[in-house]
């Protein structure tokens, strides 16, 4: 059973960063893709980043671009979101997930994962 263990989520005024933190156990984390999703009140769960088993290839919702980077460390089965020039409209719980199927590219629809971590909340302030 994998197991995907979020951290690093929390309160911050526009402008400022987080970085959220995904540990894996379970199975070869080395082997598949990562990403993350963000679920806003009262929306859908939206795909933000994600990243092949390498880190070679990422990819990221456009609202993102230039403010966030997916990132991982295939030694510590970890992946990380560091989140710069966080906006208010970057607020809702962060999800990690695992890739359904390995040595994939980096896959963005929610269908391509099969394991999700229990989420951690990030609020931006205006």
């Known amino acids: 059973q994998v197991q995907l263990v979020e951290s690093g989520g929390g309160l911050v005024q526009a402008g400022g960063s987080l970085r959220l933190s995904c540990a894996a156990s379970g199975r070869t984390f080395n082997n598949y893709p990562m990403g993350w999703f963000r679920q806003a009140p009262g929306k859908e769960r939206d795909f933000v980043a994600s990243?092949?088993?390498?880190?070679?290839?990422?990819n990221y919702i456009d609202s993102v671009k230039g403010r966030f980077t997916i990132s991982r460390d295939n030694a510590k089965n970890t992946v990380y979101l560091q989140m710069n020039s966080l906006k208010p409209e970057d607020t809702a719980v962060y999800y990690c997930?695992?890739?359904?199927?390995?040595?994939?590219?980096?896959?963005?629809?929610?269908?391509?994962?099969?394991?999700w971590g229990q989420g951690t909340q990030v609020t931006v302030s205006s």
């Open positions: 997930a695992a890739a359904r199927s390995p040595f994939r590219p980096a896959p963005t629809m929610a269908g391509d994962y099969d394991y």
């Open positions: 990243i092949n088993w390498s880190g070679g290839i990422t």
